[in-house]
C-alpha cells in the first residue's frame, strides 16, 4: 500500500510537469504562427511597428508598396508586397519623403541618402540635407552650404553660408558674405548677390522671388528684373 502511495505521488507531479510542457509547446508554436502570419514580423526577437498610418506611406517617387518601419527604436524601410524589410532598421531616422529616387535619413545626427532599392548612396556625414531637385541637393557642412548630386559626388562647392534647393526656373537662392543671390545648376550667379534676405524662391507657378533690401521687400523674376507691381525700390536695382 505505502509503495503504490509512494508510486502515485511521484507519477501525479510527473504527469502535470509533462502536460505543462506540452501546453507550453502548443502555445508556442500558436505564438509563432501569429507572428509568422503578421505582415512586418520578422523574427520573434523585434517587433516591427509601421508608424501612424497617416505617415507610414512614404511620399514621392521611393519604389512602391513601402512603408516606414520602425524596429527596436531604429527605423528602416518595410515592403508590404515581400513581406520583409527593404532597408534594415539601422537609421536614427528616415525622411519621409523621397525625392528623384532618393530620401535621406540620420545616423548620430549626421545626414545621409539611399535610393529606391535601398542602397546607401550618401554615407551620414552631412550636418543637414535637404531633399533633391533638378538632380542637386543642398547639404550643410562644417557651416557651410553646397550641393551634391545624386551619386554623392559635390557637384557645387561648399562655401555658402546658407543654401537653398533648386526650384522653378533651375534657380537657387544662396548667401555668401552676407549677400544673397541666385546660382544655376552649374553654380554661376545669375541674379547677383545684392540682398539682405530672400522668404521666397521660386517656389510657385508665378516664378518669382521675394527678396529684401534694408526691410524693403519686393518681388523679382527669374533673370532678377524688378516687378512694377512689387513695392518701389526700383532705383536701388538700378544702381547696382
Avoid at 535621406?104 to 531637385?133: M, P
Wanted: aromatic fraction near 12%; proline fraction near 2%.
Amino acid at each position: 500500500m505505502k509503495q503504490k502511495l509512494i508510486a502515485s505521488t511521484l507519477i501525479i507531479p510527473f504527469m502535470v510537469l509533462i502536460q505543462c510542457k506540452l501546453n507550453a509547446s502548443k502555445f508556442t508554436q500558436k505564438n509563432k504562427k501569429e507572428i509568422a502570419d503578421s505582415d512586418l514580423a520578422m523574427h520573434e526577437s523585434e517587433q516591427i511597428q509601421p508608424v501612424d498610418t497617416t505617415f507610414s506611406t512614404i511620399l514621392g517617387d521611393f519604389k512602391a508598396n513601402t512603408v516606414l518601419a520602425k524596429v527596436n527604436g531604429k527605423w528602416g524601410i518595410y515592403d508590404t508586397i515581400q513581406k520583409k524589410l527593404l532597408v534594415q532598421a539601422m537609421y536614427d531616422n528616415i525622411g519621409s519623403f523621397a525625392s528623384e529616387g532618393m530620401i535621406d535619413f540620420t545616423i548620430n545626427k549626421k545626414f545621409g541618402y539611399i535610393n529606391k532599392e535601398g542602397v546607401e548612396i550618401v554615407a551620414a556625414k552631412y550636418d543637414f540635407a535637404s531633399g533633391f531637385e533638378n538632380g542637386l541637393a543642398s547639404v550643410e557642412l562644417n557651416e557651410k552650404w553646397g550641393f551634391i548630386d545624386t551619386h554623392g559626388k559635390v557637384a557645387i562647392p561648399i562655401e555658402y553660408e546658407m543654401a537653398w534647393g533648386f526650384h522653378m526656373n533651375n534657380r537657387a537662392a544662396v548667401k555668401k558674405n552676407g549677400k544673397w543671390g541666385f546660382i544655376d545648376g552649374k553654380g554661376a550667379y545669375v541674379i547677383k548677390p545684392i540682398y539682405d534676405n530672400v522668404t521666397r524662391a521660386f517656389e510657385t507657378v508665378s516664378e518669382t522671388a521675394n527678396v529684401s533690401v534694408k526691410s524693403h521687400h519686393f518681388f523679382i523674376d527669374k533673370d532678377g528684373t524688378y516687378l512694377k507691381d512689387s513695392k518701389p525700390y526700383s532705383k536701388f536695382l538700378k544702381d547696382k
